[in-house]
Nanobody, 120 residues
Framework: QVQVVESGGGLVQPGGSLRLSCAASGSILRMNVMGWYRQVPGKERELVASVTSSRTPNYADAVRGRFTISKDSVGNTAYLQMNTLKPEDTAVYYC??????????????WGQGTLVTVSS
């Protein structure tokens, strides 16, 4: 089994910064991709940023240049540094981890989400 836990959300003023963390644990053989998504009520969940096993990042146009995704040295914890936050960044942010378990099975696991509110 693989578990994913996010942390770091909260209330921040426009122009401020927050750092989200996503920790994956359990029977992980290989982590292929970790991604951050966000969702607001009434809209579909959208990709914000992702990072591959070779640490290649990918960003949505709306956050490129403001957000930075990274991983720790082990590769099972991902971070999302969010700078110059805007009110439209307000959403529940979810982390998804995709990889392979020790028994050979592939996994895709979502975290429970963390709320980011950008407001004055």
């Amino acid at each position: 089994q693989v578990q994913v836990v996010e942390s770091g959300g909260g209330l921040v003023q426009p122009g401020g910064s927050l750092r989200l963390s996503c920790a994956a644990s359990g029977s992980i053989l290989r982590m292929n991709v970790m991604g951050w998504y966000r969702q607001v009520p009434g809209k579909e969940r959208e990709l914000v940023a992702s990072v591959t096993s070779s640490r290649t990042p990918n960003y949505a146009d709306a956050v490129r240049g403001r957000f930075t995704i990274s991983k720790d040295s082990v590769g099972n914890t991902a971070y999302l540094q969010m700078n110059t936050l805007k009110p439209e960044d307000t959403a529940v942010y979810y982390c998804k981890a995709m990889g392979q378990q020790l028994d050979g099975r592939y996994f895709q696991v979502w975290g429970q989400g963390t709320l980011v509110t950008v407001s004055s």
